[in-house]
């Protein structure tokens, strides 16, 4: 069964740092580029970042371009979030998922964890 | 980047109903690179239909996406239930894009 299971959010002060994890489970991760979205409390969702299979192409939204970092460790079947100089705004369920359904040009994603929630707040 | 509108806000219907959600872009969408996702409270999206029109593994044939260019339709023929729900669609350019969602609720 494929499982996607995130972890490390909390509260943080505005211009801290988080990481958050996604542990992979029921599949290769290694074969599947993943993706980040966030969903703000009672918003829509915000897509935040994706990577390649290997971690040498990463994709970010402009609204968290230069302050987070994704990155992947394929033997632990676990994919990273670096959160830094978080804002208010970045207060969210932060999920991770698989892309996997590809077609010609793009990969979208079928399986999603259950999120993880960061506060940013003073 | 492209903009997402989506339409109606909120979508209130009865089941057996036919429910139809519209996401107009502002500019033309690459190759129909457009999806669909249902959420239900509390929970994580759940895809339905990708490249506009191709419906996801598992998805009921009762969910159809149609659309090209600037204008994309999502079409629940007859809602059960279980469809009552808020619907995001979400475009696969350089920044993939959501709308800001459709609720659809029981009348």
């Known amino acids: 069964e494929v499982q996607l299971v995130e972890s490390g959010g909390g509260l943080v002060q505005p211009g801290g740092s988080l990481r958050l994890s996604c542990a992979a489970s029921?599949?290769?991760?290694?074969?599947?580029?993943m993706s980040w979205v966030r969903q703000a409390p009672g918003k829509g969702l915000e897509w935040v970042a994706n990577?390649?299979?290997?971690?040498?192409?990463?994709r970010y939204a402009d609204s968290v371009k230069g302050r987070f970092t994704t990155s992947r460790d394929n033997p632990k079947n676990s994919l990273y979030l670096q959160l830094n100089s978080l804002r208010a705004e970045d207060t969210a369920v932060y999920y991770c998922a698989r892309e996997g359904i590809c077609t010609a040009a793009a990969c979208y994603p079928d399986y999603w964890g259950q999120g993880t929630l960061v506060t940013v707040s003073s | 980047e492209i903009v997402l509108t989506q339409s109606p806000g909120t979508l209130s219907l009865s089941p057996g109903e036919r429910a139809t959600l519209s996401c107009r872009a502002s500019?033309?969408?690459?190759?129909?690179?457009l999806a669909w996702y249902q959420q239900k409270r509390g929970q994580a999206p759940r895809l339905l239909i990708y490249?506009?029109?191709n419906r996801a593994t598992g998805i009921p044939d009762r969910f159809s996406g149609s659309g090209s260019g600037t204008d994309f339709t999502l079409t629940i023929s007859r809602l059960e239930p279980e469809d009552f729900a808020v619907y995001y669609c979400?475009?696969?350019?350089?920044?993939?894009?959501f709308g800001q969602g459709t609720k659809v609720e029981i009348k």
């Open positions: 500019q033309s969408v690459s190759s129909s690179l």
């Open positions: 990577i390649n299979t290997d971690g040498s192409d990463k």
């Open positions: 490249d506009a029109s």
């Open positions: 979400q475009q696969y350019g350089s920044q993939k894009t």
């Open positions: 029921g599949f290769t991760s290694s074969a599947y580029w």
